[in-house]
């Protein structure tokens, strides 16, 4: 369950980015998030794993009060809300397995569990074979996968991705989405924000549209809806 209850999101230069954001969105759900540039998608989004804080109400996250965390408690909630970026983020001197490994909640986890979890996630994305290469020696769409393997590991409750598939080909694209409902069928929450109507609209799930910092469409199976 995530849920923001009347959010304010005004950045130190004087932009008000999100202006009394309310939203539930229960356990299960996939929705994408959708609107023009400079909307608020990604201040939304960096809300919800305390990339940014809200100068102004309450966030709920698969059960952390987020606004509210210490500093000391972030590492812990991070690794119940698995994230993806448009640009992967993976450490470039690591291997795809060690990259994966890297965000696994060490403690009291014995070597041999970590190699079987790292191994679990990579056979989930499809990479078992590239476990010892480095993410410059993959495609886009596999270091995607990496990024996607890394955000399951420790079995989030809420997957949050900012444009997957933002430097993605069509493609490859769908191979990330139907990844992603992959992991939404077995229970996970997913909120996407995306500029690719295609996906949407194909997709037929729950929209939240928003524009000038505001929620201004909430549909249960939704369209792109904008020109852009
Ligand atoms: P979107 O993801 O829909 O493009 P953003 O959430 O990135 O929108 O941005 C919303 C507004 O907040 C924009 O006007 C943007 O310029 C501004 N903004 C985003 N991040 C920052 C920041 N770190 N500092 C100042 N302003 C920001
Ligand atoms: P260290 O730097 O501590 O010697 P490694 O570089 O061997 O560790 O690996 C880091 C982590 O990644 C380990 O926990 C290991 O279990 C995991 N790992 C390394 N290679 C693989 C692999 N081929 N398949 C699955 N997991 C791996």
């Not at 696994?104 to 014995?110: A, H, K, N, W, Y």
């Given at each position: 369950m995530i849920e923001m209850q009347d959010v304010w999101k005004e950045y130190g230069n004087g932009v008000t980015a999100l202006s009394g954001v309310s939203v539930r969105i229960p356990q299960g759900t996939f929705v994408y998030v959708v609107g023009p540039s400079g909307a608020g998608k990604s201040t939304f989004i960096k809300l919800m794993y305390r990339q940014e804080r809200p100068t102004k109400g309450h966030i709920f996250v698969g059960g952390f009060n987020i606004e509210r965390l210490r500093e000391r408690q972030i590492p812990m909630m991070r690794r119940h809300v698995g994230v993806v970026f448009q640009d992967y983020k993976l450490l470039q001197q690591l291997t795809v397995a060690e990259n994966v490994a890297f965000a696994?909640?060490?403690?009291?986890?014995?070597r041999k569990m970590i190699y079987k979890r790292v191994n679990e996630v990579l056979e989930l994305v499809g990479l078992e074979d590239k476990r010892n290469m480095l993410p410059l020696e993959l495609s886009g769409g596999e270091q995607q996968r990496v990024a996607i393997a890394r955000a399951l590991v420790n079995k989030p409750k809420v997957v949050v991705a900012d444009e997957p598939t933002g430097n993605l080909d069509p493609e490859n694209s769908w191979a990330i989405l139907k990844l992603l409902e992959r992991v939404n069928d077995r229970g996970t929450t997913i909120v996407m924000a995306t500029h690719n109507r295609e996906l949407v609209n194909a997709s037929k799930k729950r929209v939240i549209a928003i524009e000038d910092g505001r929620i201004n469409r909430d549909e249960e199976r939704g369209d792109y809806g904008y020109e852009d």
């Open positions: 696994l909640e060490v403690i009291e986890v014995s």
